[in-house]
């Protein structure tokens, strides 16, 4: 049995390791379960306090996380080991115990530790600092929450197309929906309207936003249909990508589902995930227009289903999903008892005639979130001015809604100047009707676009009704493409022109590509020619 002394000396040695290689416990503990090792919190703290001696094998452990002779750190023999890193791998001894037999922690090449940190006086050379000789630099990884989160609209395709852009080629960008590089501009009267209200806006709003812009989106909500909606059921925000990823964060707890369309508009699936929320996508049916599919809905409704969200306008597709669809995810939605998001962002860039409808508007005895602003409608995507409307049964959602709030008041406020302008913009002359009409530009872009793409060979789509989408599909027989990602870089390098994948809107069947078309004719003319070329040629 060890003796009190040599329980000491151990607890001395062992904390003389850590200590110079800048460890705390919870590191050790962590790379052991790295390493798929078992060392306990409370069996580690004895070892360090000095109150008990570990076992062989747990010894081992140590001292191959640590980089030091076994027998050193179990006895005080030889030396501990200087270098802490490749040097220190190769003076390890052998270890017996088959379970602990493996390389020591300091050499992997997932996970490494902090140095000890140096004490400077002289901060002009604190730039300059390097690990000491033989210590790894410790490396910081991004949160495993961010693991299974895609965001491909600004992805690897794009980091691409930037490098080449860097090194001097030019790219045609058909990739993300942002008006005014495409010359799409800013009404007169909004850009007016800001610029007087500027000295106004210099402070904080209350959270929510700003009284006047509130009263303007509420009574826009009534025009829409909305239920039950006051002025203290509105939440603008920095864009309604901010409001979307605020109420995921409100809502979902670990293990909670929420239905999101397949394909989406990818933020909507990060923002869950995130949240903590498991996503379940269902899917939009090619053949009937890219609306929902009903019974795929049903079959994926569990008693952990809380919500599900709809996106309509549609993006990528441009569906517009007529009154009579959304009565029937309204029944599904009644039928579970399922909050309602509705996404609509795009609810007033409706071509051909088509009407728009709240879902909100069928559901008064339903929970139902309504988003929208006015970075599409009024070409202001920098502004960043959203806003979200909560409505219907809202005893259903209390305590979410004190969530909202909390969040809310936590991020402050929204862009206080953009807040200022939501009523002039709501009300006054809607500069977007000119281009959704034939002779417009978005109409007759979009005309444009789909003509082009009906004349490629081995080249389908589905006629967008809204927004300034367009999802095509390529003939799986004729192109053989197994990879979305590999598809849009080999058109980006080959042809410079810049498209999204299909996968990046969550759609897991290849072949299918999102054109924006708010480019003008002739630059649109261009990338389909250049797209058309490339389709007689390539092949997966």
């Not at 190769?90 to 115990?97: G, K, Q, R, Y």
């Not at 996503?279 to 049903?298: F, G, K, T």
């Amino acid at each position: 049995m060890a003796g009190k002394t040599d329980v000491q000396a151990f607890s001395a040695r062992l904390e003389q390791a850590m200590a110079e290689r800048g460890l705390k416990q919870v590191d050790l503990i962590r790379a052991a379960e790295d390493r798929g090792e078992k060392l306990g919190k409370s069996q580690l703290s004895q070892y360090v306090s000095g109150k008990t001696l570990p076992r062989s094998a747990s010894m081992a452990l140590l001292a191959s996380l640590l980089g030091v002779d076994v027998d050193w750190l179990a006895r005080g023999d030889g030396r501990a080991m200087e270098a802490f890193g490749p040097e220190a791998t190769e003076a390890t001894p052998p270890v017996s115990n088959a379970s602990t037999a493996r390389e020591p922690y300091a050499a992997s090449a997932t996970t490494s530790f902090p140095t000890t940190p140096s004490l400077q006086t002289d901060h002009s050379h604190a730039a300059d600092a390097q690990p000491s000789k033989g210590s790894k630099m410790r490396q910081f990884k991004k949160s495993s929450k961010l693991d299974n989160v895609l965001y491909d609209v600004r992805g690897p395709v794009v980091d691409e197309a930037n490098r080449m852009e860097e090194s001097g080629t030019h790219v045609l960008k058909l990739n993300i929906g942002n008006p005014a590089p495409f010359g799409f501009r800013t009404p007169d009267e909004v850009v007016h309207d800001m610029r007087h209200q500027l000295t106004d806006c210099e402070g904080y709003s209350a959270s929510r936003g700003l009284f006047a812009a509130r009263k303007a989106i509420m009574q826009y909500s009534q025009i829409k249909g909305l239920p039950n909606v006051s002025v203290d059921d509105i939440y603008t925000g920095n864009g309604v990508s901010e409001l979307i990823n605020l109420s995921m964060s409100a809502l979902l707890d670990s293990g909670d589902e929420i239905l999101i369309p397949s394909p989406d508009y990818p933020l909507w699936t990060a923002c869950a995930m995130l949240a903590g929320g498991t996503v379940v996508h269902y899917l939009c049916d090619e053949q009937s227009d890219w609306y929902p599919d009903m019974a795929d809905i049903r079959s994926k409704v569990t008693d952990r289903t809380k919500a599900i969200v709809i996106i309509n306008p549609n993006n990528p597709t441009g569906a517009l999903y007529p009154r009579e669809v959304l009565q029937e995810i309204v029944d599904i939605a009644r039928e579970h008892q399922l909050i309602i998001f509705s996404d609509e962002i795009y609810d007033r860039l409706v071509m051909d005639g088509g009407e728009h409808v709240s879902i909100a508007s069928l559901a008064p005895d339903l929970f139902c979130v309504t988003f929208s602003g006015l970075s599409k409608s009024h070409m202001i995507a920098g502004y960043r001015i959203g806003w979200m409307v909560l409505s219907g049964n809202k005893h259903m959602a209390e305590d979410y809604m004190l969530g909202i709030n909390m969040l809310s008041n936590m991020r402050l406020c929204s862009n206080v100047p953009a807040q200022s302008i939501v009523q002039t913009a709501l009300w006054g002359h809607q500069s977007v009707n000119d281009y959704i009409v034939p002779g417009g530009r978005i109409y007759e872009q979009r005309e444009f676009v789909y003509n082009a793409l009906c004349d490629m060979g081995g080249v389908s789509v589905v006629k967008p009704k809204a927004a300034f989408y367009i999802f095509p599909r390529l003939d799986p027989k004729k192109f053989n493409i197994q990879d979305d990602e590999r598809f849009a870089l080999d058109l980006l390098r080959d042809k410079k022109v810049l498209i999204v994948h299909g996968k990046g809107f969550n759609w897991e069947t290849p072949g299918y590509f999102r054109i924006v078309y708010l480019p003008r004719i002739e630059v649109l003319e261009d990338a389909m020619v250049k797209l058309n070329d490339f389709l007689r040629y390539y092949r997966q």
